[in-house]
T-cell receptor, first 114, second 115 residues
Framework: ELKVEQNPLFLSMQEGKNYTIYCNYS?????LYWYRQDPGKSLESLFV?????AVKQEGRLMASLDTKARLSTLHITAAVHDLSATYFC??????????????FGQGTRLTINP | KAGVTQTPRYLIKTRGQQVTLSCSPI?????VSWYQQTPGQGLQFLFE???????NKGNFPGRFSGRQFSNSRSEMNVSTLELGDSALYLC??????????????FGSGTRLTVV
């Protein structure tokens, strides 16, 4: 059974600092996604990582994927308050006949203090 | 380009009742999947439909069911509601197996409260 684990689950940091959220998964998969969720809101897509070594950046966020280590990271550079949210990674468990299923990590609640 | 539309946004039901939630995917997307989000269990997969066929089902009781129509709109139904069914229900739209590079786009969700 595919399991996805994030750490840390809670992260409180100061503006201007850098930090990394880690996402480990237990079995081979060919797709990994990062989402952001604000309180009471839906999931906003941040990154789609499709292959080993993939790196994507958007503003102060950068995501990478190492399929051999079954590890993805979400790096935050010079954090600002607007990045406060819960971040989820999800692995695409592709079943037979192309059936799709996302398995999510527990989420990392990020709070950025002025 | 219209996004994924879920209706209703909020719903309050009594134990034992049934409920139907609706999801209209992005135009051209043929796959719709449903997820339940609770504080205790996190985000859990319910089922996925593609071209009116259920291709995958999560580990939920038979009280949870769904269907997809020819226009790709999907509904999910929960019968005999229990307090534990209170959750945010999210649907996700995608093109389908051959174009997963686009990822999944989620709707705003339906917040179901069972009292």
């Amino acid at each position: 059974e595919l399991k996805v684990e994030q750490n840390p689950l809670f992260l409180s940091m100061q503006e201007g600092k850098n930090y990394t959220i880690y996402c480990n998964y237990s079995t081979t998969s060919d797709r990994l996604y990062w989402y952001r969720q604000d309180p009471g809101k839906s999931l906003e897509s941040l990154f789609v990582l499709l292959s080993n070594g993939a790196v994507k950046q958007e503003g102060r966020l950068m995501a990478s994927l190492d399929t051999k280590a079954r590890l993805s990271t979400l790096h935050i550079t010079a954090a600002v308050h607007d990045l406060s949210a819960t971040y989820f990674c999800a692995v695409d468990k592709n079943a037979f006949q192309g059936a799709q299923k996302l398995v999510f990590g527990q989420g990392t609640r990020l709070t950025i203090n002025p | 380009k219209a996004g994924v539309t879920q209706t209703p946004r909020y719903l309050i039901k009594t134990r034992g009742q049934q409920v139907t939630l609706s999801c209209s995917p992005i135009s051209g997307h043929r796959s719709v999947s449903w997820y339940q989000q609770t504080p205790g269990q996190g985000l859990q997969f319910l089922f996925e439909y593609f071209s009116e066929t259920q291709r995958n089902k999560g580990n939920f009781p038979g009280r949870f069911s769904g269907r997809q129509f020819s226009n790709s709109r999907s509904e999910m139904n929960v019968s005999t509601l229990e307090l534990g069914d209170s959750a945010l229900y999210l649907c996700a739209s995608s093109r389908g197996a051959s174009s997963r590079a686009d990822g999944y786009t989620f709707g705003s969700g339906t917040r179901l409260t069972v009292v």
